[in-house]
């Protein structure tokens, strides 16, 4: 997404917030190196949703793959080079 990503991500022992700004940290050094600018480059905040079950996981994850094919940016989720719907194998299922 030119403005925002989705993540569909498992937390175990490290919490969130410090995932997501290690995250934030390292991709915005690296971006900022790569456009040869400096400042900021992620919004401060960030959304999150509790998974309840496996139905919901599916859905997230669903959301997240089409994400792309929704802002018209390609054609099929499996287009998207960041996605993981090109992982999906001949019967839609992801790789464990």
């Known amino acids: 997404m030119p403005n925002h990503v989705h993540l569909v991500v498992e937390v175990?022992?490290?919490p969130l917030i410090k995932l997501i700004t290690d995250w934030k940290g390292k991709s915005s050094r690296?971006?900022?190196?790569?456009l040869r600018r400096r400042g900021k480059f992620w919004q401060e905040d960030y959304y999150d949703?509790?998974?309840?079950?496996e139905a919901h996981?599916?859905?997230?994850?669903r959301y997240t793959e089409q994400n792309p094919v929704k802002?018209?940016?390609v054609n099929g989720?499996?287009?998207w080079p960041w996605c993981s719907?090109?992982?999906?194998?001949?019967?839609?299922?992801l790789p464990r």
Not at 30 to 34: D, G, I, T, V, Y
Not at 85 to 93: F, I, L, S, V
């Open 30 to 34: 690296l971006a900022n190196q790569l």
């Open 57 to 61: 996981l599916k859905r997230a994850i």
């Open 85 to 93: 719907a090109g992982h999906r194998d001949e019967y839609e299922r």
């Open 77 to 79: 989720a499996r287009e």
């Open 71 to 73: 802002a018209n940016l």
């Open 12 to 14: 175990w022992g490290v």
């Open 49 to 53: 949703t509790l998974i309840r079950d």
